[in-house]
């Protein structure tokens, strides 16, 4: 495996179910990001994380929890969505150093998601 | 509060001729990044190029290269040369201590 990978591909669910999406990063980065992306809006920045620690949770609701457990995986739970929650969710890594600019980020394919 | 801004939703090229997609911020930093990324359709989102603001020399990579005017805050991107897998969204993206992409412009190549 190289690169960023995600897993499902491709997610339909109802309002009411919990599903989970999961990002794995072979690059041996030490930050991860969730962003959603909409036909209607430009790409969203959800949450960032830094060695494992969130730094970043830009007012995202909480029916989107993400997971850490390590600086490989990043994992987005997801529990009574709306129907205004479907969109592609990229999972995105990078290497951030002493400067604190967001470097260049190296994205996953996405999880194309459907709440029905 | 910065922003990314695109004003160009779509554009067309004939194959093998040059385009010219724009982009401008906004910012009060010295030092940043500017990047632009480009999404193929159905294929993963990939850095075509990338400009540190404290170098005054434009950026290039083979066919791609950049204008970047930093007192005007502009930041275009040149494709030289088009070809048929150059079709793709394109976004713009600024980053400092956060990262910010523009609402992207789609390119179509005609052959």
């Known amino acids: 495996e190289t690169g960023v990978t995600q897993t499902p591909r491709h997610l339909v669910m109802g309002m009411t179910n919990k599903k989970s999406l999961k990002c794995e990063q072979h690059?041996?980065?030490?930050?991860m990001y969730w962003y959603k992306q909409s036909a209607k809006k430009p790409l969203e920045l959800m949450f960032v994380y830094n060695f494992k620690e969130q730094t970043e949770n830009n007012s995202v609701p909480s029916r989107f929890s993400p997971e850490c457990p390590n600086s490989s995986h990043l994992f987005l739970h997801l529990h009574t969505l709306q129907p205004e929650d479907s969109a592609l969710y990229l999972c995105?890594?990078?290497?951030?150093?002493?400067?604190?600019?967001?470097?260049?980020?190296?994205f996953g394919p996405g999880t194309r998601l459907t709440v029905l | 509060a910065q922003t990314v801004t695109q004003s160009q939703p779509e554009m067309s090229v004939q194959e093998a001729e040059t385009v010219t997609l724009s982009c401008t911020y906004d910012t009060s930093e010295s030092d940043y990044y500017l990047f632009w990324y480009k999404q193929p359709p159905s294929r993963q989102m990939i850095l075509v190029i990338r400009?540190?603001?404290?170098?005054?020399q434009n950026a290039t990579e083979n066919r791609f290269s950049v204008n970047f005017q930093k007192a005007a805050k502009s930041f275009s991107l040149k494709i030289s040369d088009s070809q048929l897998g150059d079709a793709a969204m394109y976004f713009c993206a600024y980053s400092d201590d956060k990262i910010i992409f523009g609402k992207g412009t789609r390119l179509h190549i005609l052959p």
């Open positions: 400009q540190e603001a404290y170098k005054q």
């Open positions: 995105a890594s990078s290497q951030v150093g002493g400067r604190e600019v967001y470097n260049e980020q190296f």
């Open positions: 690059l041996g980065h030490n930050a």
